[in-house]
């Protein structure tokens, strides 16, 4: 059972343009999300995160929105940059969890073409 | 955050024999995570590992295929036993820090 989707599992934007990554759960326990980045022959790097609680969270170029009442997710990147190509994942864990207990999508691969 | 360092980077191993993956972390923690993630997968926890006390496992995961040691809080190791072509997959080391976890690069591993 697949509680964390990304039914994208690849997206191709120019570059200045806005990328759109998005992400869906099924446990309504999960309270805290994350957008983990991952390049090739890496480990994830940790991006951006958001509390239930809020429903939007910003970081320069990286903006995370969450929608409760859908179970969804989204990571806005703008302007993207060649550099933002990457294989990004969503993460959840629930109100009682530790961080051990991210339960991640199987990813996105993003593309920023010239 | 954390600099994790793991080794081998990669590595193509024969069916039938095991891998040993090391894991440092340049700063004391106290637990330590395995992940794998095979082909076009999600990225699963495989065990916690414990400094002092044996690793904790996930369903699915069992000490025999996945024996871990951690003999200091900044070490552990994870070896792949008896290795299949099934055990194929990108296999990282991770440790946690507040909310978020942190990675190290990851294990390439190929069975043949």
């Known amino acids: 059972d697949q509680q964390v989707k990304q039914n994208s599992p690849s997206l191709s934007v120019q570059e200045g343009r806005i990328s759109i990554l998005n992400c869906d759960y099924t446990n309504s326990m999960f309270d805290y999300f994350l957008w983990y980045k991952k390049y090739p022959a890496e480990g994830p790097t940790f991006l951006i995160s958001?509390?239930?609680?809020?429903d939007k969270n910003e970081d320069g170029r990286f903006t995370v929105f969450l929608n409760k009442s859908a179970k969804h997710l989204s990571l806005h990147i703008v302007p993207s940059q060649p550099g933002d190509s990457a294989v990004y994942f969503c993460a959840a864990r629930p109100n009682t969890g530790t961080a051990s207990k991210l339960t991640f999508g199987t990813g996105t691969r993003l593309q920023v073409t010239l | 955050s954390a600099v994790i360092s793991q080794k081998p980077s990669r590595d193509i191993c024969q069916r039938g024999t095991s891998l040993t993956i090391q894991c440092q972390v340049d700063?004391?923690?106290?637990?330590m995570f395995w992940y794998r993630q095979q082909p076009g997968q999600s990225l699963t926890l495989i065990a916690t590992a414990n400094q002092g006390s044996e690793a904790t496992y996930e369903s699915g995961f069992v000490i025999d295929k996945f024996p871990i040691s951690r003999p200091n809080l900044t070490f552990s190791t994870l070896t792949v036993s008896n290795m299949s072509p099934e055990d194929s997959s990108i296999y990282l080391c991770?440790?946690?820090?507040?909310?978020?976890?942190?990675f190290g690069s990851g294990t390439q591993l190929s069975v043949l």
């Open positions: 700063s004391q923690v106290t637990m």
């Open positions: 958001i509390s239930s609680i809020k």
């Open positions: 991770s440790v946690g820090e507040r909310e978020k976890l942190f």
